[in-house]
């Protein structure tokens, strides 16, 4: 194991003299020694936000500012110290916007635009001021309008909302550093060479702070998948276990010492604080594998997959930005097998107009090159709430209007997409997805829709691909009754094992209680999974899998077996599924699983597993 350092407070948000950064003497050891009376170790189930694994040191992220003037003497003298900040502030932004243009963090750079957008936010800037010119310091000033924008934000249930306060806090911290920095020099501490941060919320551009290379892992206190920084983490490979407070109370960083030994397994969400040296030498041997198994992978990673016996698979990856289009050709992945679209609209200020759309849709295309691409229509409601779009309030979202019900309901919306994916093709052939479709009706309304929007294209001079392709995501059990009826006229299939997996057991996949009641390769989801697989065979219609469960080696294992050739998978899971292809005979797999199917067992993981390891299948990523 690299040796591994400790170090204190961050250092770009402005620590006052009393909490600038603690700096634990000892760099050269791998395992700092508890002090004595020390808290023994500490296991954290939390939230997997970036998947990975790391060790290092705690550095916490606690931005404070104690001893500032509340009062000004001069308003014209703080106003002068409130725009220099903000120049320096603006300044640093662009650098970082300057250098995500380098590979380490191209992924990042459409985070950082809107980041930068919103910290040029006239609005914002002027409360300050406002607040300034009625005898507040630049310091108090900003520090007021945080928390009464926190006060109110805190009021709003919309989750999407809630979460951009922590890039108002980012910000608002960013600025009093630049404020500190102007009245006196803060001298930075000594970085550690394996750095874990610390913190009860970061925004986008605080891990474009640190070096990327010491840079190891992330802890949160709160945060969620669609946090910007938690976008940013998984672009940079970089492994993030969120919600942690939960289980300390909301204290993170109370129980949590400069320095302590930390081991963040971003792959389960759990996060070791204080490991004994068995669990540091454990996953010390699990990061070595790792990293002997990338350099493998590097000799076939674009090289197309196929099993022992000579099953061809398709290994495709999941995004929902710009800036992960990118990662298809880091990781080896053969194109994208579900764009999510919401995720723009979710970053947008306002429902973005066709033009806009189109744009988007367009540049994913040429950044792709000719590889294939499925686009999913606006998937909102429920969990994805947009800022502008006014939902009713519902008991259960998950099961309310949302996805393509809203498209039934206001065609506009559906049709205006469609009509961006024309308009973004420039004549190119194109994929696009129905999310959550309940019933074929459903589906014939959306076709008719699109039918419509083709007309209006080629009424005013449009380029129209010769070959559009409308398929559904079969995520809802009810659409399984009526299969044989959507095959005559779908152009193909995606499975979302997310959503059909808690449909099908009736349990909630976000509840703690529920979420390891039920198994995906337990006898009624697989025997579920093949019959989907073996229909569309039967009709000659394409099937692909884009749920977490593809993303799995010993889930996508299986899923080969029963017939499923087009696997999508986040860009962290690319790498194990392409490794674990070529080492999977199906022919030996096949009539095992056909038996183990017929069994009344509420799983058959451990069999399953004991076959992979008895016939030599990698799954690394799973032991």
């Not at 922590?166 to 910000?171: S, V, Y």
């Not at 000594?190 to 891990?207: C, N, Q």
């Not at 880091?330 to 194109?335: I, R, V």
Request: proline share 5%.
């Amino acid at each position: 194991m690299k040796s591994v350092n400790a170090e204190g407070q961050q250092r770009t948000t402005g620590p006052s003299p009393e909490g600038r950064e603690k700096v634990s003497p000892e760099f050269d050891h791998p395992l700092l020694p508890l002090a004595p009376g020390a808290v023994e170790e500490r296991r954290l189930s939390g939230v997997s936000l970036s998947k990975g694994l790391a060790i290092g040191h705690a550095v916490l992220y606690e931005p404070c500012l104690i001893g500032a003037e509340v009062a000004s003497g001069n308003a014209q003298t703080e106003l002068q110290r409130l725009r220099q900040a903000v120049d320096s502030m603006h300044e640093t932004i662009n650098r970082m916007l300057h250098h995500s243009a380098t590979p380490t963090v191209a992924e990042t750079r459409d985070i950082l635009e809107a980041y930068q957008m919103f910290a040029r936010d006239r609005g914002w800037l002027m409360r300050i001021e406002a607040a300034i010119m009625k005898g507040l310091s630049a310091e108090a000033a900003v520090q007021h309008i945080l928390e009464e924008t926190r006060a109110r934000m805190m009021q709003v249930s919309d989750g999407y909302i809630r979460e951009r306060l922590q890039d108002m806090e980012d910000l608002s911290n960013r600025l009093l550093s630049h404020l500190i920095q102007h009245n006196e020099a803060v001298p930075p501490a000594p970085l550690p060479d394996e750095i874990i941060l610390v913190a009860r919320s970061l925004g986008p551009a605080a891990l474009l702070d640190y070096d990327r290379d010491k840079l190891k892992g992330v802890v949160l206190e709160k945060g969620g998948y669609s946090n910007h920084v938690a976008i940013v983490a998984r672009a940079l490979g970089i492994p993030v276990v969120g919600q942690c407070g939960d289980i300390l109370g909301t204290d993170l960083l109370g129980h949590t010492a400069a320095g302590d030994p930390i081991i963040v397994d971003g792959d389960r969400g759990v996060v070791y604080l204080r490991p004994s040296q068995y669990d540091v030498d454990l996953y010390a041997r699990s990061l070595e594998a790792r990293a002997k198994r990338t350099h493998m992978y590097r000799r076939l990673q674009h090289q197309p997959s196929a099993t022992k016996d000579g099953v061809k698979v398709s290994v495709q990856m999941n995004a929902g930005l710009l800036s992960e289009v990118i990662s298809v050709q880091n990781t080896g992945a053969e194109g994208i097998g579900l764009f999510r679209t919401e995720l723009s609209f979710m970053g947008w200020k306002k429902y973005p107009l066709v033009v806009t759309q189109a744009e988007l849709y367009g540049k994913v295309l040429d950044r792709m090159g000719g590889k294939p691409v499925v686009f999913r229509t606006l998937d909102v409601g429920g969990d994805k709430p947009l800022p502008y779009f006014k939902a009713p309030a519902e008991e259960n979202p998950a099961l309310g209007w949302r996805a393509v019900r809203i498209g039934m309901d206001r065609p506009a919306v559906l049709r205006t997409q469609f009509r961006a994916f024309i308009r973004g093709s420039r004549g190119r052939d194109i994929k696009i997805m129905l999310p959550m479709v309940t019933e074929v009706a459903e589906y014939d309304r959306a076709r008719q829709l699109l039918e419509m929007e083709k007309v209006r294209a080629r009424r005013n001079n449009i380029p129209v691909p010769e070959k559009i392709e409308l398929g559904v995501m079969l995520e809802v059990p009810a659409l399984l009754w009526q299969l044989d009826t959507l095959l005559q006229t779908v152009d193909f299939v995606s499975v979302g094992t997310n959503d059909l997996t808690q449909y099908l057991y009736a349990a909630d996949r976000g509840s703690s209680v529920m979420r390891s009641r039920y198994d995906t390769l337990s006898p009624a989801m697989l025997c579920v999974l093949k019959s989907i697989a073996d229909q569309c065979k039967k009709a000659g219609v394409p099937v692909s899998i884009c749920g977490e469960m593809a993303g799995l080696p010993l889930e996508a294992m299986v899923l080969i077996v029963l017939g499923y050739e087009v696997l999508s998978v986040p860009a962290s899971a690319v790498e194990a599924i392409k490794i674990m292809i070529p080492t999977l005979d199906t022919r030996l797999l096949l009539p095992y699983l056909e038996q183990l199917m017929k069994s009344r067992e509420h799983s058959l993981r451990e069999r399953l597993l004991s076959f992979a390891r008895d016939h030599q299948v990698n799954l690394a990523q799973n032991v």
